[in-house]
């Protein structure tokens, strides 16, 4: 009987370069483009129809995430009611959502019920309906968690932070507010949807047991939509200053238990050449739970439970954020370590152990966050509205693995030593 010796770890072998599936390309009737990864091992589809515009098409506060929140309350001929036990008739998940400079319509049914799921996302995109006892409803739930917000330090200084970095007329930079909330009307629903959604250009991002009569039923319904020629879509220029004259920003809450610090900079739009070392960078920085923030921070000096640094992409728009929560006793040794830690990246060598370590893990993590169909769309549409190649990955491990630390340093002097935002609140 052969023993198992728990003593001795199982061998580990590096990952080397793989290749994601290619979407295949089709263009609808209405000149709309469809991108399908088939695999047919089961009989379920995975989609996503993705509209430029979310946020920064607003006129009011709001607009966009409520809109998201009402579609699917109702079409013509069917109120919510009806239409909800309709989609569980089929077994299916039809949601939608709104975010800074996109709105999607999301879903997931068996193979079978696709031609009848498809057709409710052309009623979703030409004939909703918005009753005034749904939006109430509503306005009412998202009122509320929009107040509980106002209350974490977190919240607030997160939003703090995206107004003074992109100024607060900025598309970015706007924010929310209960107040806004409160007074806000139907009809801005009703205008956001007719100006965009109804009519406007899409993408549609499918997967699964697909087959040419899946593409067939797609460009029968979705194909048949009256795009309208006029609806123009331009990003806002991109950011490389911060907007705010005064960098050192805090901001007093009675009662609170905690201070939240976020601290950032302008980095880059993709692509960029600087991507992949900026991004181990960042890992080293804060972006893993062994970085260098979380060992002096949380392991050593004890002033939180959490830290992280990030690379925030948005079109047309990126930068760099640190966050973390805390006493407010423990605020300024906090910022004395974070600025401490940024400014060795910039003077020392990454050590080649602490180097493979975080590129490891880089490469593992990818590979295990492209377990399952909806994780490949959801990578396939990512690299569309970035604007990267869809081969982007196909050497993506070797790019890593080659970048020294010696250019990691480099790109730390570029990106770390200019001006940063500093915002605490607590």
């Known amino acids: 009987m052969n023993v198992l010796d728990r003593s001795t770890p199982p061998k580990s072998y590096s990952i080397k370069d793989f290749s994601l599936p290619k979407p295949a390309?089709?263009?609808?009737?209405?000149?709309?483009?469809?991108?399908?990864?088939?695999?047919?091992?089961?009989?379920?589809?995975?989609?996503?129809?993705?509209?430029?515009?979310?946020?920064?098409?607003?006129?009011?506060?709001?607009?966009?995430?409520?809109?998201?929140?009402?579609?699917?309350?109702?079409?013509?001929?069917?109120?919510?009611?009806?239409?909800?036990?309709?989609?569980?008739?089929?077994g299916a998940i039809l949601s939608t959502?709104?975010?800074?400079?996109?709105?999607?319509?999301?879903?997931?049914?068996?193979?079978?019920?696709?031609?009848?799921?498809?057709?409710?996302?052309?009623?979703?995109?030409?004939?909703?309906?918005f009753a005034a006892k749904d939006f109430a409803h509503i306005l009412q739930v998202m009122l509320q968690q929009q107040q509980l917000n106002e209350e974490k330090t977190s919240y607030l200084s997160t939003k703090l932070f995206r107004e003074n970095f992109y100024g607060d007329q900025h598309p970015y930079g706007k924010s929310l507010s209960s107040e806004a909330l409160k007074n806000f009307q139907l009809e801005e629903v009703n205008r956001y949807y007719v100006d965009n959604i109804l009519g406007n250009p899409f993408q549609l991002f499918i997967t699964g047991d697909v087959t040419d009569d899946e593409i067939q039923d797609i460009n029968k319904n979705l194909g048949s939509i009256a795009v309208?020629?006029?609806?123009v879509f331009t990003y806002p220029d991109f950011v490389s200053k911060i907007s705010s004259p005064q960098l050192k920003i805090y901001q007093e809450k009675e009662d609170a238990v905690q201070t939240s610090i976020r601290i950032g900079c302008p980095t880059f739009t993709l692509p960029n050449p600087d991507l992949e070392a900026f991004t181990i960078l960042n890992e080293v920085l804060g972006g893993y739970f062994g970085s260098r923030l979380m060992k002096n921070v949380r392991e050593e000096k004890g002033l939180?439970?959490?830290?992280?640094?990030?690379?925030?992409?948005?079109?047309?728009?990126?930068?760099?954020?640190?966050?973390?929560?805390?006493?407010?006793?423990?605020?300024?040794?906090?910022?004395?370590?974070?600025y401490k830690e940024m400014q060795i990246l910039t003077e020392e060598d990454i050590s080649e152990e602490e180097l493979d370590t975080v590129k490891n893990y880089m490469t593992g993590n990818f590979v295990m966050s492209i377990n399952s169909n909806l994780s490949l769309l959801e990578v396939t549409k990512s690299l569309y509205k970035k604007?990267?190649?869809?081969?982007?990955?196909?050497?993506?491990?070797s790019r890593i693995q080659q970048i020294e630390s010696q250019t990691l340093k480099r790109v730390a002097k570029k990106y770390l030593k200019q001006d940063m935002l500093e915002v605490c609140v607590g």
């Open 387 to 397: 604007g990267l190649p869809f081969n982007y990955y196909d050497d993506y491990v």
């Open 304 to 338: 939180t439970y959490g830290i992280h640094s990030s690379f925030r992409n948005e079109t047309n728009q990126g930068y760099f954020l640190i966050a973390t929560d805390l006493k407010k006793e423990s605020k300024d040794l906090a910022l004395q370590e974070i």
């Open 97 to 129: 959502s709104s975010d800074i400079d996109s709105f999607t319509i999301s879903g997931h049914c068996l193979k079978r019920y696709f031609s009848d799921v498809i057709q409710l996302v052309k009623k979703y995109l030409t004939v909703s309906t």
């Open 228 to 231: 309208r020629e006029d609806a």
């Open 25 to 90: 390309e089709y263009t609808l009737d209405n000149s709309c483009k469809v991108f399908s990864i088939p695999n047919s091992a089961q009989p379920i589809i995975h989609f996503s129809l993705y509209i430029k515009g979310g946020k920064l098409l607003e006129k009011e506060k709001g607009a966009a995430a409520l809109t998201a929140k009402m579609i699917g309350e109702g079409v013509e001929g069917m109120d919510s009611k009806a239409l909800h036990q309709k989609l569980e008739s089929y």
